[in-house]
């Protein structure tokens, strides 16, 4: 089956508005080649990550996404649309860096499995390691092994943003608490949540495909009874009252869902929010003290950042 490869040539900042154009025209595959998280890994001693050298060559300073899709008789509008799109994220006060969108045919074994080999066992924290279904991996000691299978939508290694989530949830998750994760994705926070011994994990996504892997991931690791997938727009679809709310999305996102935080964060709940880059931390922050959080610690890994925050009855500014 011959496939169309759409690539656009961005910023680390825009990735996740330019994923999210190519997912509302129907993506069939998503990946990301992000040369600065490349970097990061191969400065790492502990990474366990392949890297394809050929990634290292790549002239290019900014951020490659391409996105796979069937050949169809509406492509060509699809196409127009992705460009229109991307011409418009400056909107957003985003840098979409060059913004160029181009195409290529390729075939159907090119892409459905070779990405696989990017994808090894990556241990993060203290005692989590990530491992991809298809990888052989024995346990060590105290470890907890979260297995996942991402589909086809991932990046070229684990990114900083999940693993500074990863581990704050290390840090702050105790036996029995109750887990709220906005923007799941593949559910690897959700799944790290409720193998550190939260007792209930509710993850939310918008998108039906990352619930849809969440719930397939979440069986594979034998954590259903501890974690229930809702299809909905961030708090929308959760009343219940929660000891930690997780969410690794972008900050814009962030600084709308911050305002219905005290209506499913308890007095002394934690906040681990992520995916902020840093030239936005102050309006995460000012957003946090403008609706009761204190902020407790600001994590930086790379040009990302990971702002741990406690809400507290009665400091509500808004």
């Not at 495909?209 to 397939?216: C, F, K, Q, T």
């Not at 009252?241 to 007095?267: F, G, P, Q, W």
């Amino acid at each position: 089956m011959k496939w169309i490869e759409v690539m656009i040539k961005t910023t680390t900042e825009a990735v996740e508005v330019v994923s999210n154009i190519l997912y509302e025209v129907g993506v069939g595959g998503l990946v990301i080649e992000d040369p600065n998280d490349i970097i990061m890994q191969t400065k790492s001693e502990t990474d366990w990550d392949y890297i394809d050298p050929e990634l290292l060559k790549n002239d290019f300073e900014g951020v490659i996404v391409k996105g796979y899709f069937p050949q169809s008789e509406d492509l060509i509008d699809k196409i127009e649309l992705i460009r229109q799109n991307v011409e418009k994220i400056p909107q957003y006060n985003l840098d979409k860096g060059l913004g160029e969108v181009t195409t290529s045919e390729v075939n159907d074994e090119d892409w459905t499995q070779t990405w696989k080999k990017y994808y090894k066992p990556k241990k993060i924290g203290e005692r989590i390691v990530i491992k991809p279904t298809w990888e052989n991996y024995i346990k060590q000691d105290n470890e907890i092994i979260i297995e996942i299978d991402p589909g086809m939508a991932f990046g070229t290694g684990t990114h900083e943003t999940t693993i500074m989530c990863l581990r704050q949830l290390e840090k702050y998750v105790k036996q029995g608490d109750v887990i709220i994760d906005v923007g799941c994705g593949t559910g690897i926070l959700s799944i790290g949540a409720a193998k550190l011994d939260a007792k209930k994990v509710i993850a939310v996504d918008l998108d039906e495909d990352s619930v849809r892997v969440s719930n397939e991931n979440i069986v594979i690791n034998k954590v259903e009874n501890e974690v229930e997938v809702r299809h909905g727009d961030l708090l929308e679809v959760v009343t219940e009252k929660s000891d930690i709310v997780v969410s690794n999305i972008i900050a814009e996102i962030i600084v709308i869902l911050v305002n219905d935080i005290s209506k499913v964060l308890k007095n002394d709940g934690i906040f681990i929010s992520s995916g902020i880059i840093i030239e936005k931390i102050d309006m995460v922050k000012n957003s946090l003290r403008e609706n009761g959080l204190e902020v407790l610690d600001v994590i930086i890994d790379g040009e990302w950042a990971c702002i741990v925050s406690v809400f507290k009855e009665g400091n509500n500014n808004a």
